[in-house]
DNA sequence: ATATTATTGAAAATCGTTTTCAATAAGTAT
DNA sequence: ATACTTATTGAAAACGATTTTCAATAATAT
């Protein structure tokens, strides 16, 4: 139960703990499956049922602006976030059922320096997501 | 000027060629930077005054249908679009200019191998993308 | 030329998100 | 504990982007 992580984060950066902040935690700390502002509000209603839905988004803004979640880019949609990961990773995602692995461990220097050569761009950052059938899918 | 690919690929589709989508065709065909549906529109409208906004999205429905453009996600949005690839290629974007260019002869093989064996998922696809910037901007 | 029907743009509807605002409750001082 | 300050709240309204509706138009086949 380590929810307790974000919640004092949020305390830390002079945001005040509230019953509906704590639902949005709860809700999105520890979730395998990306979730929309929606998904968020429905299950964390489940929890604090006097819950907005401006509530939410105005959360999970700040949870974002902490670098607690990020936000997950589906060919579906890219209104959804997931717990973020440390340091640098990267996502792996279930075609199937929407389950979300981290995975770190890529080195894309050789390919990067290559790029750079070829286009004389100079690089600066890199997305990388895979697509698959998880364990229970495939 | 082989905007006439898109043209008669839209044609064999059983799509009427119209004055509207010539001039949708005509602005994104060829552009190195990825446009929204509101920059189409109004560099469309330079060409064809009388287009109407809504033809542009209904346009750009059939051309990412028919694999001829792909849409770009970047951190500030997701709503823009660029000429399609040819094959399996990667994005790389220009963070200060937002000129978009292809590259290909990314191996991510032996990292998905990896990862594959260590997560159990069985990788299908993958998305790389690249920022940084372009010659004329670093 | 005529007939058929896909396509059009304007307007209305819809959807997700943001802003406004008065009431409430969290944190702090007493 | 009580009072005070002010960040936070949810409801409602506003907003912007996208989609739907619809009658008029224009592209294609005959
Ligand atoms: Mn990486
Ligand atoms: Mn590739
Ligand atoms: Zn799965
Ligand atoms: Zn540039």
Redo the contacts between chains.
Sequence with gaps: MTTEIWISQLQENGYRITSARRAVVDTVYGSTHALTPIEVYDKARKKYRALGLVTVYRTLEKLEELHLIQRV?QPIG?QAFISAGIGHQHL?L??NCGQV?F?D???LDS??K???R??????????????????NC?
């Design positions: 880019h890219c792996l279930c075609q692995e995975f461990g890529d080195d390919l990067t290559n790029i750079s070829k286009t004389g761009y100079q690089i600066k950052e890199h997305w990388l997501q895979l697509f698959g059938l998880c364990v495939k």
